[in-house]
């Protein structure tokens, strides 16, 4: 066996039926069939499983086909069943069913066995990885089981034993339910500034990052900076985004991410599921005032943002960003590669989301921003240099170090 | 590497070997998958042919294709790290 790269802390989890399967015509046996599997662990694990109808739970279980909310698309019937993600926070424990599938949950039907299925899913999102034990329930090949007489091959004790000690089969364990989290205090947050005063240049975060006409542009709600290679433009302080771009329709209030298409020059802006073409400061003659939605790209309805466009040094191609997601973008068609994408952001080792900002810049290495470090990252490697993050204020504001105490202070 | 010379199940092969994690998921975006020398990618195979229980032969035959197209879950078998790490153990 092989363990995952994360286990619950915690021994008393909640599920939550986030859409049910439109193959099965019966929901109550979906959610039988899924109970069950969450019972099997029961018996070999010291966890309780909970079902959450409403609100937030630990597993959160969908039925989706193709894209379904992350960067791991199924691929129609046959292929892949299933996936499920390790425990963590956010998707952390979540796992989805192909519902291209053909999905069942009586011995005498024939197609896919719903439960064999999620018992080895579930797996996953308690913290075990594939098994090569042919016989193990996590080992990655689909085998139907025969739910009553379903039991765990000794390998996937073993592996679930390490993460969560061992169970004497005469004994049931009791674990002592959810308790309401301790009361604490609100932490003491500084007196927020004046929405309308433009943010601290060597004490703020990035919305969007781009290299445009040779020039560093960095934008933060209404405002932006330029620097050139000297430093930062206009005497350190950030302008109004509409004196700079004049262009830019009076209801956008802030840029999400920004770059310079290569082809011709022109500036995409991104805000909200809108975007923008600019030719220098000026809208496109006949680009709608209003923006056009992102779908034109051939992203999914349900985006709703674009977190951050960057080209990436290593094969000059074009990338969006968006959660954990991301798209490759065919310039040429104008939309993004539809096949295969989106891919999960794990591909770019170390770089953190959702990701505030990224571009390429003047020495042709990409750099991402998030908070207010940012990352360098390394392309033969796959990953972000060891010494990353570092703070964005020095390098790219030109701060002095510690300067962020000093100028909070004295504002 | 392939026993019927055939460029696109060699594609789709090594689409596989990166999905499930016996090729770094970089080369998903790099495309340096297929710059790998035969060797290597020999290597690669047998691995994933030791993982799924067939014979080590370090082609993609018509089992290891077989096997590759079998219905299954879409986790990676081998998690980033782990098979390198598992060697310098060995050494």
């Known amino acids: ?411 | 590497i392939i026993s019927n010379g055939n460029a696109s199940v060699f594609h789709e092969g090594l689409q596989f070997l990166i999905r499930y994690g016996y090729l770094p998921s970089s080369d998903m975006e790099s495309g340096r998958a297929e710059l790998r020398t035969a060797e290597e990618l020999g290597t690669i195979i047998r691995d994933f042919q030791q993982f799924a229980g067939l014979n080590k032969t370090g082609y993609l035959d018509e089992a290891t294709i077989a096997q590759m197209k079998a219905p299954r879950c879409g986790v990676q078998d081998i998690r980033p790290g782990y098979r390198y790490s598992r060697r310098r153990r060995r050494r």
């Open chain 1, 1 to 411: 066996y092989i363990l995952g790269p994360s286990k619950w802390k915690k021994r008393h989890l909640t599920y939550r039926f986030e859409t049910y399967s439109n193959v099965m015509s019966d929901y109550l046996r979906t959610r039988d069939a899924i109970t069950q599997a969450l019972k099997h662990w029961e018996k070999v694990t010291t966890l309780r499983f909970t079902e959450q109808l409403s609100g937030e739970a630990d597993i959160k279980i969908k039925f989706g086909k193709n894209y379904h909310g992350d960067g791991y698309p199924f691929d129609g019937r046959g292929g892949i069943l299933a996936h499920a993600f390790f425990p963590g926070d956010d998707n952390g424990g979540d796992t989805h069913f192909d519902d291209d599938e053909r999905w069942v949950t009586e011995e005498h039907q024939s197609g896919t066995d719903l439960f064999s299925v999620a018992v080895h899913e579930f797996g996953h999102a308690l913290g075990l990885a594939h098994s090569d034990v042919r016989n193990a329930i996590m080992f990655p090949w689909y085998k139907k089981y025969n739910r009553p007489n379903f039991g765990f091959h000794s390998d996937d004790i073993e592996a679930i034993s390490k993460l969560y000690g061992k169970v004497h089969p005469d004994v049931i364990p009791t674990v002592a339910p959810p308790t309401s989290p301790p009361v604490t205090q609100a932490p003491t947050t500084p007196k927020p500034r004046d929405k309308n005063s433009p943010p601290l240049t060597c004490d703020t975060t990035y919305d969007a990052i781009a290299l445009i006409r040779g020039e560093i542009f960095i934008f933060k709600g209404k405002w932006n900076w330029r620097r050139d290679q000297k430093g930062l433009l206009d005497g350190n302080t950030p302008l109004s985004l509409h004196r700079l771009w004049y262009g830019m329709p009076d209801h956008v209030e802030y840029i999400d991410a920004v770059y310079e298409r290569k082809s011709d020059h022109r500036i995409i802006f991104f805000s909200g599921n809108r975007y923008y073409v600019f030719n220098a400061n000026q809208l496109v003659h006949g680009f709608p005032e209003e923006g056009r939605p992102i779908t034109d790209y051939g992203l999914p309805n349900d985006i709703e943002k674009i977190d951050a466009v960057f080209t990436w040094s290593y094969n000059s191609r074009t990338y969006l960003i968006t959660g954990n997601m991301y798209w490759k973008l065919d310039e040429k068609e104008q939309r993004v590669v539809p096949f295969d994408y989106p891919r999960d952001m794990g591909i770019w080792q170390g770089v953190p989301t959702p990701v505030d900002a990224a571009f390429q810049f003047w020495d042709g290495v990409t750099y991402f921003f998030k908070g207010d470090q940012y990352w360098q990252f390394n392309d033969e490697l796959m990953k972000v240099e060891d010494q990353f993050p570092q703070p964005s204020a020095e390098k790219w504001m030109g701060c002095p170090l510690n300067s962020t105490r000093s100028e909070t202070e004295s504002n």
